[in-house]
T-cell receptor
């Protein structure tokens, strides 16, 4: 059973565009929703995370939007750059109690 | 400040063999989690070690085992390797069990022939 469903699988945007990656979860007990960025040959690195008490969180060019009733959250990358080309994973957990459950990832390519 | 370090970075084994992967957590961290990342997939939780004990385990067979040492470093052992065990094995460290941010190493790429 896939607990976190991520879409799209891949995404190509022009430099300066705003890619949006979506995730849906099933377990209403999840209370921690991070996004990880992974470059080829590297391990995932935490980008930004949100908890369900807020609907939006922004850090630099990265924004998470969270819809608790729909059990969905999404990542927006403002003014995307070629250096943002990477694979992005959403994840979820019951913080402090359970391991992170990851989505299958979205391969983002930002072309100049 | 050294981050999470894993060894070896790459290795090739044949079916039926055994493998040991090693992980040193980030300085100040006492918890190590292991994840398996198949090609084109997200990481899948194998197990977590905290205070030298396996605290939680994902849906992996007993062929996967581990250990944590008093210095918090950890090993992942896989016995009777199958072709399907080919993957990137990621170690992640954190502080105090499941709480706190996970810091991942660069992984050990295992190929089973």
């Amino acid at each position: 059973q896939q607990q976190v469903k991520q879409s799209p699988q891949s995404l190509i945007v022009q430099k300066g565009g705003i890619p949006i990656i979506n995730c849906a979860y099933e377990n209403t007990a999840f209370d921690y929703f991070p996004w990880y960025q992974q470059f080829p040959g590297k391990g995932p690195a935490l980008l930004i995370a949100i908890r369900p008490d807020v609907s939006e969180k922004k850090e630099g060019r990265f924004t998470i939007s969270f819809n608790k009733s729909a059990k969905q959250f999404s990542l927006h990358i403002m003014d995307s750059q070629p250096g943002d080309s990477a694979t992005y994973f959403c994840a979820a957990s019951m913080e402090g109690n359970t391991p992170l459950v990851f989505g299958k990832g979205t391969r983002l390519s930002v072309i100049a | 400040d050294a981050g999470v370090t894993q060894s070896p970075t790459h290795l090739i084994k044949t079916r039926g063999q055994q493998v040991t992967l090693r992980c040193s957590p980030k300085s100040g961290h006492d918890t190590v989690s292991w994840y398996q990342q198949a090609l084109g997939q997200g990481p899948q939780f194998i197990f977590q070690y905290y205070e030298e004990e396996e605290r939680q385990r994902g849906n992996f067979p007993d062929r996967f085992s581990g250990h944590q040492f008093p210095n918090y470093s950890s090993e992942l052992n896989v016995n009777a390797l199958l072709l399907g065990d080919s993957a990137l094995y990621l170690c992640a460290s954190s502080s105090g069990g499941f709480g706190g941010e996970l810091f991942f190493g660069e992984g050990s790429r295992l190929t089973v022939l």
